[in-house]
């Protein structure tokens, strides 16, 4: 088996892709990519057991078709210090010797079998689908990982809830403290459906995302997710367990609104947080007919702050 890929592109595939890997894999050829070479296309792979991320690429030219597992560390400390050229990767289908040549130099090293790499998980025959823009994942994400639990007792907190109706698709996520929901009416189901994705793939989804246009192919069943992109493919193992009612928590009439800038509240918050108490991060927030006023302190380092902004508020003085 021979194949000439790109060293660049083929570093950004991989290092897009090695995010799954753990520092500390269950199975030593975890360590690996699985090196796919079909067609003239070559299919990249890394796996954790839980998580799967998969992306193509072109290759310029190849001989043979088969499989290898190649070391990810030795891969991306080699590749990380080549400027962009063709590299060709020799490899004897019977020892698993591989030969990376480049244009000034022979790299050697030995692969592992292919088929001893974990299988992609199968979905059921009656798993649901949605299809829904990529932008619009990306953002229902992005908007409530940082509400996910780490509770090892309620392992249903530590992810994100999709809760997908004939409507909508809300995004939730809660560790208790805070709760975060998102709506949108840009993708819906056929039928009403739900599932809790990890944090761990959802980091994933995050990161790939920006590269990515058009749409994404969700499909799950009980117990894994599948998303597929124009250049990825995710498969996932969910969170089992049955998400706490969330509409039950969240007021329906709140005597309390105020209608304020976004993006100066944010800056206020993030100017007044820089006296607020190192282990509370405590900010206190006075709100007036017509505005709002923030303030923080740290008594251990004798600093404080305080600033208001405008704003419209309904309610009494809080």
Do not use: W
Request: net charge negative; with cysteine.
């Amino acid at each position: 088996m021979k194949f000439t890929v790109s060293s660049a592109g083929l570093l950004s595939h991989l290092q897009a892709i090695s995010r799954v890997i753990n520092a500390k894999s269950s199975l030593p050829i975890l360590d690996n990519f699985l090196f796919k070479i079909e067609a003239g296309v070559l299919t990249l792979t890394a796996s954790d057991l839980d998580t799967t991320l998969i992306t193509n690429m072109e290759v310029s030219e190849s001989e043979g078709e088969g499989t290898i597992a190649i070391s990810a560390k030795i891969l991306l400390d080699t590749l990380k210090e080549f400027s962009d050229q063709p590299i060709e990767f020799d490899i004897n289908d019977s020892t698993l010797a591989i030969k990376m040549r480049s244009g000034s130099g022979d790299f050697n090293l030995i692969g592992q079998n292919g088929d001893e790499y974990p299988q992609i998980p199968s979905l059921a025959d009656d798993a649901k689908s949605v299809t829904l823009p990529t932008s619009t994942l990306l953002s229902g994400i992005t908007k409530t990982l940082f509400a996910t639990g780490d509770d090892a007792l309620r392992q249903v907190m530590n992810g994100i809830f999709f809760d997908i109706t004939t409507e909508n698709i809300v995004f939730v996520a809660s560790d208790s403290h805070k709760l975060v929901r998102v709506k949108t009416t840009a993708a819906q189901g056929d039928e009403a459906c739900s599932f809790i994705l990890p944090k761990k793939p959802t980091n994933l989804l995050k990161n790939i995302l920006p590269k990515e246009e058009g749409t994404v192919a969700l499909k799950f069943d009980s117990k894994n997710a599948c998303f597929s992109l124009s250049n990825y493919t995710m498969y996932c193992r969910l969170i089992e367990g049955r998400f706490p009612n969330y509409n039950s928590v969240i007021p329906t009439a709140n005597p309390y609104k105020a209608l304020l800038d976004r993006a100066a509240f944010m800056n206020m918050l993030r100017r007044v947080s820089v006296f607020s108490n190192q282990a509370t991060n405590l900010i206190r927030l006075d709100f007036q007919t017509d505005s709002v006023t923030a303030s923080a302190q740290d008594i251990d380092f004798s600093v404080s702050a305080k600033e208001t902004l405008a704003c419209q508020y309904e309610g009494e003085e809080m």
